[in-house]
């Protein structure tokens, strides 16, 4: 695996500067605009209480974070001045409504948004989350496939990283039916596997993965039976990797990272482990603030020191040859040789 130019930088800018990712995610849309929507009494969450909400997350968890997630909607236009321009930026692509057919779920692109405009205001990463189970119907497989590799190839025409998030859903006829963007109760960890050796294939030029745990977070015990599904979904990934959280509680979360880490994961990038618990202090912004501050960014620390003993820093990981990620070509050469978008 060679990183253009572009791709390498963004990496690096994503990273802490050990090279370990310690990432927050801060562009929920459901999660968060479901709970406001029921407290308003609205059909639609009143937009400056999401976009409140998001910028406060900036301020609080920034310090503890090598990079942010930010969505379009509502983090951008309202807390990006808040930002600092010390911490990466990595902007969501997916809309977080999706299509949900006999077959299976079917995802698309924000409208009016793109990885050109991601790349041109300045983004350092394009985050993609993309439903997927391997034994949905061959039509919705192929639509989720198709929809990853345009992607894939939009995001090396701009030169910059793709960051793909995969999750599996249940099906019609399963069991825990559900909309959310929670963990699948009933998941099967051949299912998780199979998706991740689905799009570690080249052609969909994925350069890191957000993965789930390969067994529900509950499950997540420690055993070397656990470990060794966490160790084939990173030989899997074949490429730097970070766990997502998935809505997991604090200590499952801080368990799963123990298998990942173990497994040569590279960091995290995790919203709702750290910062569900204050938000269920809503409207009370002084209460949520103080549960940031007490809970939320001690359980950060917590991560980060995991993190920093354990995590595989990415430059190190195996997919770059024994050698780590270094600057091509590495002489007078460069200017002929990187290729206009």
Request: with cysteine.
């Amino acid at each position: 695996m060679q990183l253009t130019p572009g791709k390498l930088w963004g990496f690096r800018r994503l990273a802490d500067a050990a090279g370990r990712f310690k990432m927050t995610a801060v562009d929920q849309r459901p999660p968060i605009k479901g709970p406001i929507a029921r407290h308003h009494n609205t059909d639609e969450a009143p937009w400056r209480e999401v976009a409140r909400f998001k910028t406060l997350l900036i301020e609080a968890l920034q310090a503890e974070s090598s990079a942010l997630l930010l969505d379009p909607h509502y983090a951008i236009p309202m807390g990006l001045d808040r930002l600092s321009p010390d911490k990466g930026l990595i902007v969501t692509l997916e809309d977080s409504l999706f299509q949900e057919s006999d077959g299976g779920r079917l995802s698309a692109q924000i409208d009016d948004w793109s990885v050109g405009k991601i790349k041109r205001m300045g983004g350092d990463a394009v985050k993609v989350l993309a439903w997927y189970r391997p034994d949905a119907s061959p039509e919705v497989c192929r639509a989720q496939q198709d929809f990853t590799r345009r992607i894939g190839d939009a995001c090396a025409q701009h030169d910059i990283p793709f960051l793909f998030e995969l999750l599996v859903y249940p099906l019609k006829g399963d069991a825990d039916q559900t909309k959310d963007y929670v963990e699948m109760q009933a998941k099967r960890s051949d299912h998780v596997l199979a998706s991740v050796e689905e799009f570690a294939r080249p052609e969909y030029g994925v350069d890191i993965f957000k993965l789930e745990s390969p067994v529900n977070a509950r499950a997540a015990d420690g055993s070397a039976q656990v470990q060794a599904l966490f160790d084939e979904m990173g030989r899997l990934a074949g490429r730097p990797w970070v766990m997502l959280s998935a809505g997991a509680g604090k200590p499952e979360f801080k368990r799963i990272l123990e298998h990942a880490y173990a497994a040569g994961a590279s960091g995290y990038l995790a919203g709702r482990a750290i910062w569900l618990d204050a938000f269920q202090a809503y409207p009370d912004w002084a209460a949520i603030e103080a549960g940031l501050r007490d809970g939320g960014i001690p359980y950060m620390q917590e991560l980060n020191a995991l993190t920093e003993a354990h995590a595989m820093p990415w430059a190190e990981h195996p997919a770059f040859g024994g050698t780590g990620a270094r600057f091509a070509p590495a002489d007078a050469s460069f200017r002929h040789t990187y290729a206009e978008a």
